[in-house]
C-alpha cells in the first residue's frame, strides 16, 4: 500500500511475526523499517532516508496519521506496527524458537542496552540474548570501534538486532552490519531499547490507541521534541492526510 510515497507492507503485527519465524527456518535474514510521519517527511526529502525504506525487506507503518491517511485514501493498512512493541514481540518469538537477540544503542551512560536485556530475559526466561552494546556518541565515525562491534556481533551470532539509534543514523548502522550477518534480521526500533529498559516512559495505552503517543513523548521531552512534533510533523500529518483525501476523491 502506498501512503506517502512509501511503500508499506499490508501486515499486522502477528503477520510480522510469522514472516520472520519462517524466514529463521530457512536461514534467511532481512531487514524491518517502521516509518512513522517524521520518516515519511524525510524521505521525501532527503535521498538517503529514501533509499533506507526502499532497502527494507519489511516496510510497516509505525504511526497513527499513516493508518488514517491509508483509510482516507481508501486503501486502509490493518493497523499499525510500532517499532517498540516489535522488540517484545519479537524477542517472545526468538525465546519461543531458540533464537538468539543482540540489543544495540540506547543511553551509553545508564547502559540501557544492558537493562533492556535484563527486562527481556526476566519476561521471557527461555531467550537467549546474545548480547547488549550501549556504544559511545560517534562511535560509527570511529573505524576500530566498528570493527570491534563487527568482530562481537559476529562472535555473538544473533538471529534478530534491535538497533535503537534513531532514523536515519540506526539505518545507515545497519546496512554496514548486515552483510556480515546475512541471515540475521536487523530491527530500526529508536527509542525501544530505553522504553524497554523502562529509562523512558511510553504513552498510556489509551494514548497510543488514539494517536497521541506523540503528545506524550513531547510532554516528556519537550525541549529536543517541539522542533520535529511541532514545526514539522504536525504540517506534514496534516499535508498527508489531505493529499490521501484527495487521491480517493480523484479515484
Known amino acids: 500500500m502506498d501512503v506517502g510515497g512509501i511503500r508499506f507492507d499490508a501486515l499486522t503485527s502477528g503477520e510480522v511475526i ?5 524466514a529463521w527456518l530457512a536461514g534467511r535474514g532481512g531487514r524491518i523499517v517502521t516509518p512513522n510521519v517524521d520518516i515519511v517527511r524525510q524521505t521525501r526529502r532527503v535521498p538517503e532516508a529514501r533509499a533506507h525504506v ?3 525487506d519489511l516496510v510497516v507503518a509505525d504511526g497513527a496519521p499513516l493508518i488514517w491517511a491509508s483509510r482516507l485514501s481508501g486503501r486502509p493498512l490493518p493497523e499499525r506496527v510500532a517499532g517498540s512493541d516489535l522488540v517484545w514481540s519479537l524477542s517472545q518469538a526468538a525465546a519461543g524458537h531458540g533464537r538468539r537477540v543482540f540489543l544495540l544503542g540506547g543511553d551509553p551512560v545508564r547502559d540501557t542496552a544492558g537493562q533492556a536485556a ?4 526476566e519476561r521471557y526466561p527461555d531467550l537467549t540474548v546474545a548480547g547488549a552494546c ?3 556518541m560517534g562511535f560509527d565515525r570511529d573505524e576500530a570501534a566498528m570493527r570491534s562491534l563487527v568482530a562481537e556481533l559476529c562472535e555473538a551470532k544473533p538471529d534478530i538486532v534491535f538497533v535503537g539509534l534513531g532514523f536515519p543514523k540506526q539505518e545507515r548502522l545497519i546496512a554496514r552490519l548486515a552483510p556480515y550477518l546475512p541471515a540475521a534480521w536487523f530491527l530500526g526500533c529508536g527509542a525501544g531499547i530505553d522504553f524497554v ?6 504513552a498510556p495505552h489509551w494514548m497510543r490507541r488514539s494517536g497521541l503517543e506523540w503528545l506524550h513523548r513531547l510532554g516528556s521531552e519537550p ?6 512534533y511541532v514545526l514539522h510533523d504536525i504540517p506534514a500529518a496534516c499535508g ?3 493529499r490521501s483525501g484527495a487521491t480517493r476523491l480523484r479515484r
Do not use: N
Open 18 to 22: 510469522d514472516l520472520v519465524g519462517e
Open 54 to 56: 526502499r532497502g527494507a
Open 118 to 121: 535484563a527486562r527481556l530475559r
Open 134 to 136: 550501549s556504544p559511545p
Open 197 to 202: 529498559a523502562g529509562a523512558k516512559r511510553r
Open 223 to 228: 525541549r529536543r521534541l517541539f522542533v520535529r
Open 240 to 242: 498527508l492526510l489531505l
